[in-house]
């Protein structure tokens, strides 16, 4: 019992580092905000903000992304901006830069579609899961009063 006590007081502090080393990010990133300007190249962009988002781990970062439309290649970076504290990593957190051909074209998920998973959607999940487990539960309780 004594080592699932450490193990969880182990884990609990790790969670806890993680969310203040990302609210830090966050909270440097809105000092920098201001220094980013459509047209920018990707290079400006990458040495003013690779600093701040270098500073956490795999799991709290979304990877770039890169396509063509129309004979111009598109680079995207999702910037971590925020943390909303359920415990998922969603898409909500972070605001994407959109390059076209090297320079800064547009911010913000309007011009990808919209954001595919939010904190919304996670809070819909956590509900069905916590209903799933209820229900599981009284079919369990009922079963075994009724074969006892």
Do not use: C, M
């Given at each position: 019992m004594k080592k699932f006590i450490l193990i969880l007081s182990l884990l609990l502090c790790g969670c806890a580092t993680t969310n203040k080393v990302i609210d830090n990010v966050v909270i440097e990133y809105q000092g920098i905000q201001d220094n980013i300007k459509i047209g920018?190249?990707?290079?400006?962009?990458?040495?003013?903000?690779?600093?701040?988002?270098?500073?956490?781990?795999?799991?709290?970062?979304?990877?770039?992304?890169?396509?063509?439309?129309?004979?111009?290649?598109?680079?995207?970076?999702?910037?971590?901006?925020?943390?909303?504290?359920d415990g998922a990593t969603t898409d909500d957190e972070f605001t994407p830069y959109i390059f076209k051909d090297g320079a800064l074209?547009?911010?913000?998920?309007?011009?990808?579609?919209?954001?595919?998973?939010?904190?919304?959607?996670?809070?819909?999940?956590?509900?069905?899961?916590?209903?799933?487990?209820?229900?599981?539960?009284?079919?369990?309780?009922?079963w075994a009063i009724n074969n006892e």
């Open positions: 920018d190249s990707k290079e400006k962009f990458l040495s003013l903000l690779e600093p701040n988002q270098s500073k956490l781990n795999a799991a709290s970062r979304k990877p770039p992304t890169r396509y063509t439309e129309n004979g111009s290649v598109f680079d995207v970076y999702y910037i971590r901006t925020g943390r909303i504290p074209a547009e911010i913000g998920w309007e011009h990808l579609g919209g954001a595919k998973r939010t904190s919304v959607d996670v809070a819909k999940e956590y509900a069905e899961i916590r209903k799933a487990e209820a229900g599981a539960t009284k079919v369990e309780t009922n």
